[in-house]
């Protein structure tokens, strides 16, 4: 179960930028090693040590052991569980509300064309 401290930590983990690249880095490279992941940025080893902390702790990435290795993955589910667990809520109340709005301005806009036709014909 995703619980509101889950949720509190994927919003603190992406909340820095060398994380949110982290995470690119490994989407786009799945199984990097933490060595060459670091070599991508310019902080210190311990530095990414400390941001791939923040992430596993927010289950964001998971890591396995290969040999003297270590191999990070992506994983995407905490933040797939936000959008449908959070975001929805908020688009399907904005969601309405749009609905509405295109349907005022689809019969606004009809209204005007059949004003512009019957000025139009009395002239």
Do not use: C
């Not at 902390?53 to 995407?76: F, H, Q």
């Not at 689809?106 to 004003?115: F, I, L, Q, T």
């Amino acid at each position: 179960m995703f619980t509101e401290s889950d949720r509190d930590q994927v919003f603190h983990a992406l909340a820095h930028t060398t994380r949110r690249a982290i995470l690119d880095h490994l989407r786009d490279d799945p199984g990097l090693s933490v060595g060459k992941l670091a070599s991508n940025f310019d902080v210190t080893r311990i530095a990414i040590m400390s941001h791939i902390g923040v992430l596993e702790r927010a289950n964001l990435i998971v890591s396995e052991k290969d040999g003297r290795t270590r191999r990070l993955y992506l994983n995407a589910v905490p933040i797939q569980q936000i959008h449908e667990r959070w975001t929805d809520q908020y688009s399907s109340h904005f969601a309405s509300r749009l609905t509405s709005i295109k349907h005022a301005a689809e019969n606004a806009a009809k209204g005007e064309m059949n004003h512009d036709r019957a000025s139009e014909s009395r002239r």
